[in-house]
């Protein structure tokens, strides 16, 4: 008698890359998505009106970029409209950013090594080669290397908003990475900015606006609550970290990272999860695409294009943006992936990110601010930098819609079969396939109509069409089984096996 190998026997799994996201962080990604999408689209739409308007009229543009609003006393903050958008509008943005990082590396996919190595060096690298590469074209006569970190943004709303015009069904664990790469990319933006486009610094202004972040962060861990105490204390706060010669922005991102973003006790929404979920809206929604409105109105002309391929400058923005971002984050991802054998999800495959790195060189609005700082002196420069962030932007959307389009139907499956939930509870059946309560409700349900649910896990013997409002093409195997656990633990606990590296 040939002897069996015993069912408790450990057996080595390679850890999968792009699995299947745990219930709790895929809805929450789902909904932090939502709003980026919706905000991606209104992106489009400020940029789209900033360029008509400052083609069209331009004198009427520019005259409202330099309305001047504000008090110059006591802090200066006289300012023109165009720097009310790029200080203050996009301070909420890292606001938002700083939450989104901070939760990353307490509650989500980057509080572990293992998941957290492939988006963070595939980021690093989305940044570094085009960065690399814009030195190079600007090492000449001619060149301006003060604008090296021009291409090296992801911007996350409006790649999303790309997708949403082009109708792609891109699957849950795609966007996911898209979402992670581009927290760690804007970490890395935040850094570049306070460090290399920070000068003059009034020690003064600076100690007080630390006080004021101790200060929040203080009230916050004591449990105060309270808009009315925070807004104006983050007001302050903001004012003199622009006083200081930091960016202002920095004060956005450090009070974001201050804020508690893991539950305790009964909590259903950490703290840091509940001011982001009332914050995002109003950044995706209305800071963003004003900022967009304020700055990508650039005069568009045969000269102004003929000069982004002919001059160092915007040359290094396009081949940044389009080259370095796609072969860097590709790059990074396949040698982290082939190094630590991690195993690329069975329905996915290698062609499909590079169709997301390609997505990840629109550049827009950090690239459009860093274009600003680079160059405070020369504006026919920054103009010049805007619009090939503009072409390069552009680029990377239309090669991207193009490679995703031809995975479209796959993707649309694969969506089918992740949104799947027969029995109506809220909860997509492949979370519960191995649960026995699961299959006893879908056999009960099958006994009762005569059908079959199309997975074959319940009445394998009979196999007709689908139930209403199930899909017909989405079958196939999961991509990750996460047997006997609760898809509604709010705690998001995973199997120290499966990871989705970068969600």
Excluded at 144 to 161: E, K
Excluded at 387 to 407: D, E, N, P, Q
């Amino acid at each position: 008698m040939t002897d069996q190998p015993s069912v408790h026997e450990p057996t080595t799994r390679r850890r999968q890359f792009l699995g299947r996201l745990p219930l709790p962080e895929r809805t929450f990604i789902t909904d932090a998505l939502r709003t980026e999408t919706v905000g991606g689209v209104l992106l489009l739409g400020a940029a789209v009106i900033a360029l008509i308007w400052a083609n069209v009229w331009p004198q009427a543009y520019q005259s409202m970029l330099d309305y001047t609003v504000g008090p110059s006393s006591p802090l200066h903050l006289d300012l023109s409209l165009a720097t009310w958008a790029k200080d203050g509008l996009l301070t909420i943005f890292f606001f938002v950013a700083g939450i989104e990082l901070k939760r990353e590396f307490v509650a989500g996919e980057l509080r572990t090594p293992s998941a957290a190595v492939l988006p963070v060096i595939a980021a690093v690298c989305g940044v570094a080669l085009p960065a690399i590469l814009y030195a190079l074209v600007n090492s000449g006569s001619g060149g301006h290397p003060s604008g090296w970190a021009i291409p090296t943004a992801t911007d996350i709303a409006f790649a999303l908003g790309v997708l949403a015009v082009v109708g792609s069904h891109l699957p849950s664990a795609l966007r996911a990475f898209l979402l992670t790469l581009a927290v760690v990319d804007d970490l890395i933006a935040i850094l570049i900015i306070a460090i290399f486009y920070s000068s003059g610094i009034k020690f003064w202004a600076l100690g007080l606006a630390l006080a004021g972040l101790v200060l929040f962060w203080f009230l916050h861990r004591r449990g105060v609550h309270g808009w009315y105490l925070f807004v104006p204390l983050a007001l302050v706060t903001w004012a003199l970290m622009h006083e200081s010669g930091i960016h202002a922005t920095v004060a956005g991102v450090a009070m974001g990272l201050m804020l508690r973003c893991h539950r305790e006790g009964d909590e259903q929404h950490s703290p840091g999860e509940h001011i982001e979920h009332l914050v995002r809206p109003f950044s995706a929604g209305l800071a963003v695409p004003l900022f967009a409105l304020f700055s990508a109105g650039v005069t568009i002309s045969g000269t102004a294009l003929r000069e982004v391929f002919t001059q160092a400058v915007p040359i290094g923005i396009v081949v940044g943006l389009l080259v370095g971002k796609s072969v860097g984050i590709f790059g990074g991802t396949w040698l982290t992936a082939r190094f630590t054998r991690a195993e690329l999800n069975p329905q996915l495959k290698w062609a499909d990110m590079v169709a997301v790195s390609v997505l990840a060189g629109i550049g827009f609005t950090v690239s459009l601010l860093i274009s600003e700082l680079a160059f405070p002196d020369d504006p026919a420069l920054a103009d010049r930098a805007k619009t090939a962030v503009l072409v390069g932007s552009l680029l990377c959307a239309t090669i991207a819609t193009v490679l995703l389009k031809l995975r479209n139907q796959h993707y649309r499956a694969l969506c089918e079969e992740e949104e799947r939930d027969v029995d109506e509870d809220g909860v997509p059946d492949i979370y519960q396939e191995d649960d026995p309560a699961w299959q006893a409700r879908i056999a009960e349900r099958a006994r009762t109509s005569g059908r079959a649910h199309p997975s074959g896990r319940a009445h394998a013997s009979e196999r007709p069409r689908p139930l209403p409002g199930e899909a017909s093409g989405a079958t196939g195997a999961t991509l990750d089984s996460e047997s006997s656990r609760d898809p509604r633990d709010s705690q998001g606990s995973r199997d120290p096996g499966d990871s989705s590296a970068g969600r």
